[in-house]
């Protein structure tokens, strides 16, 4: 299996999923992104919460629909006092999902692109809306931290035991992941897999805000941190991705116990790998 090149042409813009219509009512996680910042000493009251409810304006005709909107302040750690602000989250997440109006039954379908809009932005009008309060490079830095608080604070899904366990090859992806990537890779001596993503669904979404710096901290900059909580023996090297306007994604998961000087390869193995 070693050396031997995978690919797949996975992506398609047309994928669909199930979901259920209470996670777009649950303001938990904004709620305790909010609480970190407070933690951190970056007060949200005041211009990031301006800047911040600017983005999450939404049509009037789905607007008039915040009535129906119930939420608990008892279950809120910060935003128990904004329940406004908590309310325009909830509508944000419809109107991004390019719907009209709040969905009447427990569940509906949407196409995975629209659902990862409404995952994606709501994370980069977080990170946007820190310019209120600081510079943009402070801002970005500030909000790759509180990723990385929140991924070791949540863990991941996935466990892999070796480093080849990061071979789409060895997985069966699911939701949104599924047909989500075009991609080729490689088991290579040494303790390594080489993974090069030349199409992304979360990259064509973020495409949509054309801030490639804010999007990189809100989509790309957390794998460095999920890879070692997965396992603490990996480490993520990588040189860009397609956010930054390169032509692929070059991951090189490196397991430690066997590759104990991890370094990056070099463009031209990419450039040669399909």
């Not at 909580?229 to 860009?240: C, D, I, K, M």
């Given at each position: 299996?070693?050396?031997?090149?995978?690919?797949?042409?996975?992506?398609?813009?047309?994928?669909?999923?199930?979901?259920?219509?209470?996670?777009?009512?649950?303001?938990?996680?904004?709620?305790?992104?909010?609480?970190?910042?407070?933690?951190?000493?970056?007060?949200?009251?005041?211009?990031?919460?301006?800047?911040?409810?600017?983005?999450?304006?939404?049509?009037?005709?789905?607007?008039?629909?915040?009535?129906?909107?119930?939420?608990?302040?008892?279950?809120?750690?910060?935003?128990?006092?904004?329940?406004?602000?908590?309310?325009?989250?909830?509508?944000?997440?419809?109107?991004?999902?390019?719907?009209?109006?709040?969905?009447?039954?427990?569940?509906?379908?949407?196409?995975?692109?629209?659902?990862?809009?409404?995952?994606?932005?709501?994370?980069?009008?977080?990170?946007?809306?820190?310019?209120?309060?600081?510079?943009?490079?402070?801002?970005?830095?500030?909000?790759?931290?509180?990723?990385?608080?929140?991924?070791?604070?949540?863990?991941?899904?996935?466990?892999?035991?070796?480093?080849?366990?990061?071979?789409?090859?060895?997985?069966?992806?699911?939701?949104?992941?599924?047909?989500?990537?075009?991609?080729?890779?490689?088991?290579?001596?040494?303790?390594?897999?080489?993974?090069?993503?030349?199409?992304?669904?979360?990259?064509?979404?973020?495409?949509?805000?054309?801030?490639p710096d804010y999007a990189y901290a809100v989509a790309c900059h957390y794998d460095f941190e999920a890879t070692k909580?997965?396992?603490?023996?990996?480490?993520?090297?990588?040189?860009?991705t397609l956010i930054q306007g390169r032509p692929y994604c070059d991951f090189l998961f490196h397991d430690t116990r066997?590759?104990?000087?991890?370094?990056?390869?070099?463009?031209?193995?990419?450039?040669?790998?399909?």
């Open positions: 299996m070693e050396n031997k090149t995978f690919s797949g042409e996975l992506y398609r813009d047309d994928s669909m999923m199930e979901v259920k219509t209470s996670q777009f009512f649950n303001v938990g996680r904004l709620d305790l992104w909010l609480h970190r910042m407070q933690q951190a000493g970056v007060p949200w009251q005041g211009a990031f919460r301006d800047r911040l409810l600017s983005f999450y304006a939404v049509p009037q005709r789905l607007a008039a629909e915040g009535p129906r909107i119930v939420l608990s302040p008892d279950n809120l750690q910060a935003l128990g006092g904004d329940l406004p602000l908590a309310r325009a989250a909830v509508l944000k997440n419809f109107h991004l999902m390019l719907l009209e109006a709040l969905p009447a039954g427990e569940a509906f379908t949407v196409n995975v692109k629209d659902l990862l809009r409404a995952y994606l932005h709501k994370s980069y009008f977080l990170a946007k809306s820190l310019e209120a309060v600081m510079p943009k490079p402070q801002a970005i830095e500030f909000h790759q931290k509180l990723v990385d608080v929140q991924t070791r604070a949540e863990g991941t899904s996935d466990h892999p035991q070796q480093v080849a366990d990061h071979l789409f090859a060895n997985q069966k992806l699911k939701g949104a992941f599924a047909e989500a990537f075009n991609y080729s890779e490689r088991l290579l001596p040494g303790g390594r897999v080489a993974k090069k993503i030349t199409k992304c669904k979360w990259c064509e979404v973020l495409r949509e805000v054309n801030d909580v997965e396992n603490p023996a990996f480490t993520l090297t990588r040189a860009g066997i590759d104990k000087d991890p370094a990056h390869l070099p463009e031209d193995f990419w450039a040669k790998m399909g």
